[in-house]
């Protein structure tokens, strides 16, 4: 079984910043995909960011939705499992609920995909 734990999410006031963390724990050989996304009250869930293993050769890959670009940052750790997005200059609009999901392949060389448990993000105006 693989486990996804967020944290860092909370109430901010706009213009504040939140970090968020995601930790895979389990059985996973490698990690492929890791991204955040968010659902608002009343919206479908949508992506935020996303960073792909690019290997040692061509470096990771990100990229992130058009109403984040240049305030939110994905990055990843691959020897703790983890995933953050540093939130910067936070909107109103940004108020949900954020997931994390990875990509991974397991011990029977399947590509499997998890989610967190999502972790709550408000920005007060």
């Known amino acids: 079984q693989v486990q996804l734990v967020e944290s860092g999410g909370g109430l901010v006031q706009a213009g504040g910043s939140l970090r968020l963390s995601c930790v895979a724990s389990g059985s996973i050989v490698s990690i492929n995909d890791m991204g955040w996304y968010r659902e608002a009250p009343g919206k479908q869930r949508e992506l935020v960011a996303a960073?792909?293993?690019?290997?040692?050769?061509?470096?990771?890959?990100?990229m992130y939705a058009d109403s984040v670009k240049g305030r939110f940052t994905i990055s990843r750790d691959d020897n703790k499992k983890t995933v953050y997005l540093q939130m910067n200059s936070l909107k109103p609009e940004d108020t949900a609920a954020y997931y994390c999901n990875v990509r991974y392949l397991d011990f029977r060389t399947r590509i499997q995909s998890t989610w967190g448990q999502g972790t709550q993000v408000t920005v007060s105006s």
């Open positions: 960073v792909t293993s690019g290997g040692s050769f061509s470096g990771d890959s990100t």
